[in-house]
């Protein structure tokens, strides 16, 4: 406004050029300047050398304004001007100089900013291929963050760039390059909001969101770092968080050696950087866990390339199972370890993406031959058609389809009734067996429970147990249960139920009847016998026995009252009583071993007194054989009954009997082992032939026309077999047979 004045007045006195040289121009000059001196204040914003640039043209601007405001200063003067309106044109003049100048430095200035930063842009752009190629080289994703970190550390303005992951609340160093000289071992930098959190890299891990920092030296944020890092000459940081659909893989960070080095433009293309390499190792991280798992599977994986016809790769089960090399099998025809491959099998609907499965064979690099089931795909692999299959060996498989093939065959051709149940009892299953056992057909027990078969002899506290035997995964055993058939009528049953465990749980239960009606049916005719023969044991042994003493008594009183010729036939009467009594004992014996049960147990007992005993009796009753024992006979328990002296009596009888010596010897001993004692009775009779040695005991043989010696050696075997021991026969020096008996040692 006071140069308008001025101006105006000097047009009023005729001057013209003064005033709009006083006036107008000054303004302009006053104005542009004041404009475009402001840029001046925004100098920090540029590079330390185009600083200098800036500052050189504002001084250069200045001294013009000066010159020229001297010119016109002079020129006032001359004109008779006052000084104060020289002053007001000089001060003018100069800051319009500095203010055009500024203007035009600043747009210079820019010019060579812009053309910096364009060629700063190709350079990044130059990296940012060179890390496009370095990705899609590398598939470790180890390597592939270190050549980031190497590629933007050699570009300039970047001096050191490291790539960390999160580990504890922490940010941990995972790769890094340029100038770091153990930048990152001195340092510390959190996640959760703190101080050490909040700087570039923490910002970006936390937020998944990039953050720079144009100034380390006077943000207060970079404070816990900003020492180290004046040491190694970082200016500026920028911080990219690596992270692929929500999944935060880590924090990409550059570090600059100027002020306000990431622009626009430089962080746009450092965050695709960063995608791309978030992708690049979510993309390498499912690689390989998908190769951990393919390479985990027991199942052969093989990519088939449908367009080259070869094998473009397989998991480890593959090489292993197939025994051979990667560099073998890789770029094989099928026909390596395919045997006969059935084309319509093995490309069959390959342009569809449905699954497919069939069967084939495969052939090991030995020659060794497995089924398996193929199930196949067509896939895209690498840019091209490609079949993906999965095989199975089935020879497990087969193997136990032909184990229930071979189970079922045996169930159903089984002779005894089985059913199978669920957990409540329904019935699932029932064998042909069941159904000609019973009476029902498979439709009509199948859905039912087996209470159908009851014949109701049975009350329920007996079914509780039975449930409670099974449903605790132990077996329920029957012998003699008695159901009912479909029309009524009743048969008795062994039955066994067993429950079927899986993983430890009780899943079925399967019930097997073996039809024992017939064998009740035998056991009680046997009983019936068995009550005939112990009545006719009693007339044998009481009433025989009985009549046969009277009959001996009544010859002894006749022996005086007869003559010479009748005394003959007393005598004959008396050696056949005596036959008659002794064969009576003989079979009362026998009777009482064949109607003892097979059961019962042997007990416990002392050697010696049967023994003696036996032989006291047979000393006895023939005064003119001469019996004695050798040695000391052992009180050893033996496994035996009272019973064990009728062994010893009649092999001594048998003995006694048989010899044709005058005076008949027998020599009785004992020997004792570890297990066993073995009785030893020798005579001096003829012998036995070894022929007739197998037949001395009337084995199958067991009547009174035996071609052994009687009953009585019968029954000895019978004894001894039932005692758990053995009795053979040997030959006697100079003459006669031995007799072994051999005794298991009670335990």
Known sequence: MVALLVGWEHAQDSEPLVGLLLGVFPMVLVGVGLVFAGTYFYRSTLPTTNVWKLDAWVVAGALVGAAIGGLFVSYQQTHGNTTVHANYLMVNTVLGGAGISTALGYATVLRAVESERLETTGEILDTVREINRQ???????????????????????????????????ELVPRASAGVEDGYLDSITITISDGATSRGPAGTAARTHESAVMQDIHEDPTFEPWRDAARERGYQSSMAVPLVDHGTRYGVLSIYADRKHAFDGRERAVLEEVGDTLANSIAAS????????????????????????????????????????????????????????????NWFHDVESSDRFVFESTFETASGETFPVEVSAVSIQYEGERAMLTLARDITSRREHVRTLQTYREAIEHAGHAIYITDTDGIIEYVNPAFEEQTGYTEQEVVGETPSLLQSGRYDEEFYENLWGTILNGEQWHYEGMVDARKDGSEFYVDQTIAPIVVDDEVVRFVAINRDITDLKEYQRTLEDRNEQLELLNEIVRHDIRNDMQIVLGMSQLLEDHVDEDGRGRLASITEKSDHVVELTQTIGELMA?????????????????????????????????EIRIEGKIPSTPVCADEMVESVFRNILNNAIQHTHADVPEVVVSATESDDDVTVRIADNGPGIPESQRD???????????????????YLVQTLVDHYGGSVTIGDNDPSGAVFEIRLEKAA
Not at 136 to 165: H, I, N
Not at 604 to 625: F, R, T, Y
Not at 695 to 713: A, H, P, Q, V, Y
């Open 285 to 344: 991280e499912t690689r390989h866990r998908e190769a951990r798992l393919l390479n985990s599977m027991d199942d052969i994986v093989v990519v088939y390339s449908l367009e080259r016809g070869e094998i473009l790769g397989a998991n480890t089960t593959g090489f292993g199972r197939l025994e051979y090399d990667e560099s073998v099998l890789l770029g094989a025809h099928l026909s390596s370890f395919v045997v006969d491959p059935d084309e319509d």
């Open 695 to 713: 037949d001395i005991f009337g084995k199958g043989e067991r009547g009174l026309e035996s071609s052994g010696t009687g009953l009585g050696l």
């Open 135 to 169: 990705i899609a080289t590398t598939d470790d994703r180890e390597t592939l963050e270190q050549a980031v970190c190497e590629t933007l550390a050699e570009a300039d303005p970047y001096v050191f760039a490291w790539v960390g992951s999160v580990e504890d609340d």
């Open 593 to 625: 071993t064949l109607l003892t049960d097979e059961t019962d147990g042997t007990t416990a007992i002392s050697l010696s007194q049967p023994l003696n005993a036996a032989v006291d009796e047979l000393a006895h009753a023939n005064p003119g054989a």
